[in-house]
């Protein structure tokens, strides 16, 4: 009866042992798999955060560019910085179809609607959708005068002229609100980085 008892001890033994060491197994993969979730999370969240990043210094510098050739266009109407006006309007629609592909991604991690609401983003965004409208409508009728026989000298493309500065002069403080708005959002995204 006590070899059959050591036996029954050893068997009890042995499957308490297996049954331990498949716990720990268990509990040893479930928690390597958190962390492998982690992992591919924190570099998926890395990916999205320098694509983002770089779309906003490429934002911030197309603003910049378009703000200068406003700037420039303070007092009278100047060929050539309309010409640089007209070119960092192209680079911001480049730019612009980039968005969704390269910045949905970081809405997924980040909330920036505190920032958005501090500098009410959308009134900013409203005024320059504005801003193109009226100088597209400006440009067209200075076409229109154009084709009319009407050149530069005459009063009413000087008229037109000196109507779109104005709206230009507006135009760049609504962009640098913009500038402000990516600035804060690029410093809360290394921020947060550097905590890392």
Request: proline share 1%.
């Amino acid at each position: 009866m006590d070899n059959y008892n050591i036996i029954i001890a050893g068997i009890i033994g042995s499957s308490i042992t297996l049954l331990l060491t498949a716990l720990f197994d268990y509990l040893k993969e479930k928690h390597r798999a958190k962390i492998d979730m982690r992992k591919l999370v924190f570099q998926r969240r890395t990916d999205a955060v320098e694509r983002a990043v770089s779309w906003f210094q490429e934002a911030i510098d197309c603003y910049r560019m378009m703000q200068s050739a406003c700037n420039a266009m303070e007092e009278k109407y100047n060929p050539t910085t309309y010409s640089r006006l007209v070119l960092s309007f192209a680079q911001a629609g480049k730019l612009y179809d980039n968005t969704g592909k390269i910045l949905n991604p970081i809405y997924l991690y980040y909330n920036f609607s505190d920032i958005e609401r501090k500098y009410d983003i959308q009134h900013s965004w409203n005024y320059i959708n504005y801003t193109i409208n009226e100088l597209g409508k400006l440009d067209q009728q200075i076409l229109a005068l154009y084709n009319q026989g009407l050149t530069d000298e005459s009063d009413e493309v000087k008229a037109l002229r000196t109507e779109a500065i104005n709206i230009l002069k507006k135009f760049s403080k609504a962009i640098d609100t913009q500038i402000v708005i990516i600035a804060e959002i690029m410093d809360k995204l290394r921020h947060d980085y550097q905590d890392i």
